[in-house]
């Protein structure tokens, strides 16, 4: 085998789809299909390629990042174990550190090395891993999804980031880490129409098995035509894109504002509030301010401190949001939704330009959230949720699963839902509520126990305040179950299933039938005796559930759904 090439000393060849006849599967060179065939050449021959250098940069950040994630876990241990505070200059973390330091930045540069691709007869190779060497082969009718990502120490240079999905993974399946912009934009337009021509074949077989044996000779040639100008007419409405919404920065920074999320930051720093408490306390007793003094009985009155606290709070939740919406900014700005063929595209982000999508017929569930902010401000968070692989995790945001609409007006919300589901209506729907006795259930089996405890050894030790506080605790809980009680409920229109729950904020979700893969109906002996079920719906992005309904009215539902999915037959894939 040859030395790899390296990448970024080479240039897509322009040329003809009917010039590359040798390289690539394309249909009848006509003058019709040169306007619809991509206009540049991705084959990069038998010869494996090397990216550019600039990838170094990409497999260092990639190692800091990962290293950073384990180290967000182990520092806080670690801090409670030992005060790394005091030794945090001490010539023992700073070689471990060093040596952290070094090994990361080494393991960009042997990446780089250890990495080659080759896009060849269609399929894209690639060749990759230190440790663990990995193989991957995608042929590119293969490939549901082509995403092009922009760092932003990519873009002065002109290089992408190429991420390819497949079919029912759950999971990115393959990245080309740095090539340029020009053949990233031609190996997505060459994904797509092979994946047109591909359907448009599949489709083509389908209907020619209707015809008899006489009549499948004289049907070749119409069959051929057919199949060509479906794949241009698909391939062209693919490469057309329409923007569906925008959010501006007032928008996003209403997003960040009403979805804070600094809070578990905050909880990751618990250990060292010791240490900075001391470094604020010492820096204050430089400035002639002794907070001893401050909080002293007889210097000042009740009401002064009081204010002072109160000023303080509101300081410490304007830096929470000052650092929400800031992460808001950073995530979102830009952003824009867009249409393209049958799939959606979410574009969006300060520093690196991301992109999701997903295609409209994968979408397994709408999912609307307003938090009670959001219900002041009339706002809502709408998602679009496909396919989960069971034990991924990965950010909300980011992941391929999920195609977040950020804060979004409550009209927004509805004509995006009537987009991807139309007839879609949310709020509109008679929702069969669930039994009150839910709320008894609960109470009973869960909450009536450990507060019956409580007070008892407060009445029998003589302390009112460990009786009133576990009389309060339980008449809270109360309120809570009270609250998702009166949330909770289900409705089917005989097109889609609806489920409404939530506290304070109200969860809306909607998906279609058909795309159900389980049913499940559970009683308990208690559920039984009061002709009560719960239902469970399984889809592939996940478990749906609502307790406490009558059983009549699950029966039916479990009937309908299951009835749709055996009749319609549809493809979702």
């Not at 015809?211 to 490469?239: M, V």
């Not at 019956?452 to 009133?468: K, P």
């Amino acid at each position: 085998m040859t030395a790899p090439e390296s990448f970024s000393n080479q240039t897509p060849d322009v040329a003809r789809a009917g010039d590359c006849e040798d390289n690539l599967d394309v249909l009848p060179h006509t003058q019709e299909t040169e306007a619809a065939e991509p206009q540049l050449k991705v084959e990069t021959g038998g010869e494996w390629q090397r990216l550019s250098i600039i990838s170094i940069l990409y497999f260092t950040i990639r190692n800091f990042s990962a290293s950073a994630q384990v180290l967000i876990y182990t520092i806080p241990a670690l801090a409670i174990s030992f005060n790394i505070w005091d030794n945090l200059l001490s010539p023992e973390v700073l070689i471990g550190a060093g040596i952290l330091f070094l090994s990361t930045s080494s393991s960009g540069l042997i990446s780089f090395l250890m990495y080659k691709f080759r896009v060849h007869n269609q399929h894209v190779e690639i060749h990759h891993g230190v440790f663990q060497r990995r193989y991957t082969n995608l042929p590119l009718w293969r490939i549901q999804n082509v995403k092009i990502e922009r760092p932003f120490y990519y873009r002065p240079f002109g290089y992408a980031l190429v991420v390819l999905d497949t079919a029912g993974s759950g999971k990115e399946e393959a990245k080309i880490v740095a090539v340029p912009e020009v053949y990233a934009e031609a190996l997505k337009k060459q994904v797509l129409y092979e994946k047109a021509h591909h359907d448009v074949g599949d489709k083509d077989e389908l209907s020619s098995e209707d015809f008899c044996d006489g009549e499948l000779a004289d049907g070749q040639s119409s069959s051929s035509r057919t199949q060509s100008s479906g794949a241009r007419a698909q391939y062209n409405s693919s490469t057309s894109e329409e923007v569906l919404n925008r959010r501006s920065v007032k928008d996003i920074i209403i997003h960040g504002i009403t979805n804070n999320r600094v809070w578990i930051i905050l909880g990751a720093a618990a250990p060292f509030y010791d240490d900075v408490f001391g470094v604020v306390s010492e820096w204050l007793a430089d400035k002639g301010l002794q907070l001893n003094q401050l909080v002293g009985e007889q210097t000042v009155a009740w009401w002064q401190f009081g204010l002072y606290a109160f000023v303080i709070l509101m300081m410490l939740m304007a830096l929470v949001a000052l650092l929400s919406v800031g992460g808001a900014l950073f995530t979102f700005y830009g952003y824009t939704l867009s249409r393209t063929g049958d799939r959606y595209i979410r574009r969006s982000g300060l520093l690196n330009k991301l992109e999701v999508s997903m295609r409209a017929s994968r979408i397994q569930m709408i999912t609307a959230k307003q938090d009670w902010l959001d219900k002041i401000l009339k706002r809502v968070n709408l998602y679009f949720e496909q396919n989960s692989t069971a034990g991924q995790q990965m950010q909300e945001l980011m992941s391929p699963n999920k195609l977040i609409v950020p804060s979004v007006t409550e009209n927004e919300a509805f004509n995006l839902s009537q987009e991807v589901m139309p007839g879609c209506d949310l709020r509109g729907q008679p929702y069969q509520v669930i039994s009150k006795r839910f709320i008894s259930f609960w109470l009973l089996a869960a909450w009536a126990v450990p507060s019956a405890i409580f007070f008892t050894v407060g009445a029998v030790t003589s302390h009112v305040d460990i009786m009133l506080g576990a009389l309060a605790v339980f008449l809270a809980l109360a309120m809570l179950l009270t609250l998702r009680w009166w949330r909770w409920g289900i409705a089917y229109d005989n097109k889609y299933v609806y489920i409404r729950r939530g506290r304070i904020g109200v969860d809306y979700q909607c998906f279609e039938p058909y795309k159900v893969q389980q049913v499940i109906i559970k009683q308990s002996v208690f559920m039984k005796r009061n002709k009560l079920a719960t239902i469970k719906f399984v889809l592939a992005s996940g478990a749906v559930t609502v307790p406490f309904l009558p059983e009549e009215y699950v029966e039916k539902l479990a009937d309908s759904v299951l009835f749709e999915v055996e009749s319609t037959r549809r493809s979702w894939m």
